[in-house]
């Protein structure tokens, strides 16, 4: 059963930085036949659900929207003992971020169509306003 759980959401002034976290279950990250891409999305009020970046395992393929790249670094917790946490490191904030962010897990994807991504975390809440 794959599990995802985000937090670190919040509210920050513009220029600030944040970091959201995914802790997932069900599914491998280094090794192994159950190994699936780890994704962030947002969806801001009205608008829809837009993917941010994406990456397959610890230093292999990575993938970033044009709108946050130079900005934004996914990463995973390498640490022998860690948890699976898959991280959002996000600087540089601007209004425009301010959206619902999600962490989601799929095998054929395509970070641009959010429904080739198979499960999905409840979100977290990101604003940044002054």
């Known amino acids: 059963q794959v599990e995802l759980v985000e937090s670190g959401g919040g509210s920050v002034q513009p220029g600030g930085s944040l970091r959201l976290s995914c802790v997932t279950s069900g599914y491998d990250h280094n090794y192994g036949g159950n190994m699936y891409y780890t994704g962030w999305f947002r969806q801001a009020p009205g608008k829809e659900r837009e993917g941010v970046a994406d990456?397959?395992?610890?230093?292999?393929?990575?993938?970033?929207?044009d709108a946050v790249k130079g900005r934004f670094t996914i990463s995973r917790d390498n640490a022998k003992n860690a948890k699976n946490v898959v991280y959002l490191q996000m600087s540089s904030l601007e209004p425009e971020d301010t959206a619902m962010y999600y962490c989601?897990?799929?095998?054929?994807?395509?970070?641009?169509?959010?429904?080739?991504?198979?499960?999905w975390g409840q979100g977290t809440q990101v604003t940044v306003s002054s």
């Open positions: 989601a897990a799929g095998r054929t994807v395509n970070l641009l169509d959010p429904t080739t991504y198979t499960y």
């Open positions: 990456s397959w395992t610890a230093g292999g393929t990575v993938h970033y929207a």
